[in-house]
C-alpha cells in the first residue's frame, strides 16, 4: 500500500500529479482515485446499472489513466480525460451485454410510464424524516429512467458537470442533452424530490470503505501490470 499522503500533495492540481506521477512518484496517483471515485462510480453506474461492475469499471478506468497518463496532452481537463475513459468502458460493456438499444431504435413512452416500476415502499413518517432513506428512494427513480435519461441526468444534476461537457463526453448535441435531461426531469416529477425529501447530490454515494478497497486493487492490478504501461509523451 502507497505511503500516507500530506496535506500539501492532496491540494496538487491535477496537472501537478500527472507530472509527479510521470516523474516516478507513483504513490500520488493516490490522488486523483479519491479525488474522482464518486464521479466515475455515479457515471459507470448510471450506464450500467450494476453496482458491482461500476465498481470495477472504476479500477479499470484508473489502470488503463495510468498505463497511457503520457498520452494526457492538456488540451482539456483532466477530469474530462478520464471521465471520457470511464464512459467508454461503461457503454463498451453495456453493448457487449446487449441489455439496452440506441436511443435512435427505442421509443421508452411506447413502453409505459417507467416511474411505474418504482417499488412501493409505504412511505411513513419515519421514513420521510431519515434523509438516507429519502436518498435511498431517489436513488431508485433515477435507476428506473431509460437509460438515455438517467445517464444525462447523473452527469447534469447528480454530478453537476456542464451542458456543454456532457455533450462532449456522450458525444451527442447539447440541445440532445437539454431534451434529455428535460425529459428525465418530467419522468421523476416533481412530486417525487418533494417526497423524498433529499437534494440530487446527495445520492449515489461511493463510501470511504468502497474508496480504500479501489485505491488498494487499483494499485495491485498497476504493480501487476510491471512494464506494461505507456508513459510516453
Known sequence: ????LNLSETELADEQVVERVLAGDIALFEIIMRRYNQRLYRVALAITRNDDEAEDIMQQTYVRAYQHLGQFAGKAAFSKWLTRIAVHESIARRNRRQRFVEF????PESEGNPMDHIPNRGRSPEDRASSAEAAQ???QAVQCLPEMYRTV????DVEELSTAETAELLDVTEENVKTRLHR???LLR???YQRAGATSTAAFQFHATRCDRVVRAV???IA???TGKDHAS
Open 224 to 226: 501487476a501490470a510491471g
Open 184 to 186: 428525465a426531469r418530467a
Open 153 to 156: 441526468f447523473v452527469m447534469r
Open 219 to 221: 494499485f495491485e492490478r
Open 1 to 4: 500500500m502507497p505511503p500516507v
Open 137 to 139: 428512494f431517489l436513488e
Open 104 to 107: 435512435e431504435d427505442s421509443d
Open 190 to 192: 416533481r412530486e417525487l
